[in-house]
Structure formats: C-alpha cells, structure tokens
C-alpha cells in the first residue's frame, strides 16, 4: 500500500493541533553537527547501493559532514540489527540507519528475515534510546525494490536519511524526549 493524496497530512494541521495542547514538539531537518551510523546489507547490494546513494544525498543535503558518517556492511538483512546495535553502543553515532532489500522468493524465507530484521532494529532503537530508522525495502519484486531505490526525492533511503535526522532533533528539542 502506497501513500495517497487522502493519507496526507493536510497543511495548517500540525500548527492547529499545536493551539489545542500544551507542548507541541517536532523535529527539524538540520543535520548539522550529526553523527550517522549506516548499517548496510550486501545480500541484494545491487538495491542496497541505490539506497544508499539516496541516504548520502540525503544526509548531504541536511547539512551532515562526509566525515560524520560511519558505513558499516553486514552479510544480510537479518544480521543489520547486530550492526546497528554496536553502532549504536559505540558512543560516537547519534542515529542509525538500516539500509537492505528483503524480496518476497517462492518460500517463507521472506517472511522470518523481514518480520526478525524489522523487529531487532526496532529493539535497538528502544533499548539505545538512539533512532535507528528502518530503510530496509520488504518488496514483493525486485521491480518494486528498484522502484523505490530511484534516484531523487522519493527514492527510500533519502527518505531514511531525512528521518534519522528528524528524530535526532526531535528528542533533542525538549529536556521531556531526551
């Protein structure tokens, strides 16, 4: 399931729920200063890479030093947890980002590595308290893998890029987040 014009967050919304509560916080896309883990997977490295580029265009973009950025590969998508979680212990990463392509085959292999791989980065995101987004694509094809691996706005790992630093910001913008 995609996005549709219907799922959009219509304009003026966020600053009309602001008006209702008594703290309304959200991240910027500043990165800045940002130092950003990447967990790649090699299996499917074809997709991978094309993610990839759209996270280093990404984090680019939102001003994050070449020189800020840590890649690390792992063999797959079920062991980026392992990786992202030392990355993310190791004091010197302020966000994760997991980066891999799990395409649906002709088994329930599919199934085990893309329900443990989104679960484990998900855990260490929690057990860190650092963001460690979720750019691993969980196609039906390869086609559709290739597709959201583009190049330009809508390619996934720009789109991983971008949220890892809207989170750093998030929970650093009050003492109630971090």
């Avoid at 939102?62 to 063999?75: E, F, I, N, R, Y």
Wanted: with cysteine; glycine share 14%; aromatic share 4%.
């Amino acid at each position: 399931m995609t996005s549709d014009e219907h799922s959009l967050l219509a304009p003026g919304t966020l600053e009309a729920v602001a008006t209702r509560v008594g703290k309304s916080l959200q991240g910027d896309q500043d990165g800045r200063g940002l130092r950003v883990g990447v967990a790649a997977a090699l299996f499917n490295g074809g997709i991978t890479s094309r993610l990839l580029d759209g996270v280093l265009d990404g984090l680019h973009g939102a001003g994050v030093d070449a020189s800020d950025v840590t890649l690390a590969w792992a063999p797959g998508a079920f062991e980026l947890p392992l990786v992202a979680s030392a990355l993310a212990r190791s004091g010197r990463i302020d966000a994760v980002i997991c980066l891999g392509a799990v395409i649906r085959g002709d088994t329930g292999h599919y199934d085990f590595v893309a329900g443990q791989c989104a679960a484990g980065i998900a855990r260490v995101a929690l057990d860190t308290g650092l963001p460690v987004v979720f750019g691993v694509l969980t196609t039906d094809t390869v086609d559709q893998a290739l597709e959201r691996s583009e190049p330009g706005d809508a390619n996934k790992g720009r789109e991983a890029a971008l949220t890892a630093v809207e989170m750093c910001r998030l929970l650093r913008s009050s003492p109630l987040l971090g």
